[in-house]
């Protein structure tokens, strides 16, 4: 059981007023609130161990080496990754992507073939793209039905010798779909395809081990999971990081320079070019070990009981519709009330002091498929409370009669 009255008091912006009303945060999707003990971290390495790192011999630079260093193998263990050097910084999920996208650019030839999934966020769509412009590559998507679940008797068909990498997301971020990751990875392997699983909308929720999922790569961005904004990882398998090129040239990320050749650095800095978000680094390591404090299980168990009760409160809502059915799906709930747009009811309630998405939420696909212009997506969190949901529902029924 968690103590949210305990947990809540971690986090200093949940007892603020926005437009002279409680906050309800319900935004969670986008990005997560932070602990008082990750902004602690950050005002703590800034005044007591601020210094470049991997180059000083100086002792800040080497307790700034020292801590950022403890933080991969921080993600190392919490992943399950098998070695600390298959953790790789990077400025997020994008990021994260883009290098694994790039590598594949000295890899695939004209004919190949890339699966992403319909439920992509825009971020796991057009870096592909990108790679088959580049390389005469094709992409193709397995598509989805009603209820926002991948059709996994077209994945099937889908997959050939010709596929090369899939990439697709753990957890949908515009419907909360939960994807049948291991059943993809084992079916990707068996025709020697690569995996990329984009993980940015699951670490929130639950703990990757990769090793067990036996994914190439897994991608996710700190601040959504409590930790600052700017940093993300890419978890990769060592043998497909030392095929890769590096995503980019610079500092930190060379053995040797000369004007006539370079070679690379070893794993990980050989994907780690220039300064990196060394604060970021070290304090997602702090972030993660508060969410394993309160625990996975606990949070999981706890965000399934937010988002059933929130589903049974919101259909009562006369021409309220939601969008992402799945059997399997996480603590988000996408929604439009009829004859009414989103953008409208997302304003009225945030003068009530709460906190939505609205739009195609980075995935038009999605919309496309369903044939609306975007939706409302309320995403919850272990620090969110019932309360906030009954006081979200009353705020919805206001708006829809201003709206009507």
């Known amino acids: 059981m968690l103590d949210l009255q305990k947990i809540r008091a971690d986090f200093p912006i949940l007892t603020q007023k926005v437009n002279g009303k409680p906050l309800v945060y319900f935004d969670n999707g986008a990005t997560s609130q932070k602990p008082k003990v990750v902004i602690d971290a950050i005002t703590k390495y800034y005044e007591e161990i601020n210094a470049n790192i991997h180059r000083g011999v100086h002792t800040l630079s080497q307790l700034a080496t020292d801590a950022y260093e403890v933080s991969r193998r921080k993600i190392q263990s919490h992943i399950n990754a098998k070695f600390p050097h298959e953790v790789i910084f990077t400025s997020g999920t994008t990021h994260a992507i883009n290098a694994v996208a790039n590598g594949f650019a000295s890899i695939l030839k004209s004919g190949d073939e890339v699966l992403v999934s319909a439920l992509e966020h825009h971020s796991n769509i057009v870096p592909w793209q990108m790679l088959c412009e580049r390389t005469g590559a ?20 889908l997959l050939s010798d010709k596929t090369k990498i899939v990439a697709v997301n753990h957890i949908s971020n515009a419907l909360g779909t939960i994807n049948p990751i291991e059943y993809m990875i084992e079916k990707a392997h068996q025709f020697g395809a690569a995996i990329l699983i984009d993980g940015a909308q ?33 978890y990769g398998k060592e043998v497909w990081l030392n095929k890769l090129p590096p995503y980019q040239g610079g ?138 949901i009954d006081i979200f529902v009353e705020a919805l029924q206001k708006a829809k009669m201003m709206l009507s």
């Open 202 to 234: 699951a670490v929130p929720h639950l703990k990757p081990d990769v090793q067990a999922l036996d994914c190439d790569f897994y991608v996710f961005s700190g601040h959504k999971i409590c930790g600052p904004t700017g940093v993300g990882i890419l």
């Open 251 to 388: 500092g930190e990320m060379i053995a040797t320079v000369t004007f006539e050749k370079t070679t690379y650095a070893d794993l990980p800095h050989k994907f780690e070019a220039g300064t990196p978000n060394i604060e970021g680094g070290i304090v997602l390591g702090t972030a993660v070990d508060y969410l394993n404090e309160i625990g996975f299980d606990n949070i999981a168990a706890y965000e399934h009981e937010l988002l059933v009760y929130a589903t049974e409160k919101l259909l009562q809502i006369e021409g309220l519709k939601i969008f992402g059915t799945a059997a399997n799906k996480t603590s988000v709930i996408s929604f439009n009330m009829e004859g009414i747009h989103p953008y409208d009811i997302g304003t009225i309630i945030d003068k009530l002091g709460i906190a939505v998405r609205t739009g195609h939420h980075c995935a038009q696909p999605i919309m496309d498929f369903f044939k609306i212009p975007g939706t409302i997506r309320a995403s919850f969190a272990f620090y969110n409370t019932k309360e906030e």
């Open 138 to 157: 094709i992409l193709k998507v397995i598509p989805m039905n009603e209820n926002g679940e991948l059709i996994m008797s077209e994945y099937d068909k």
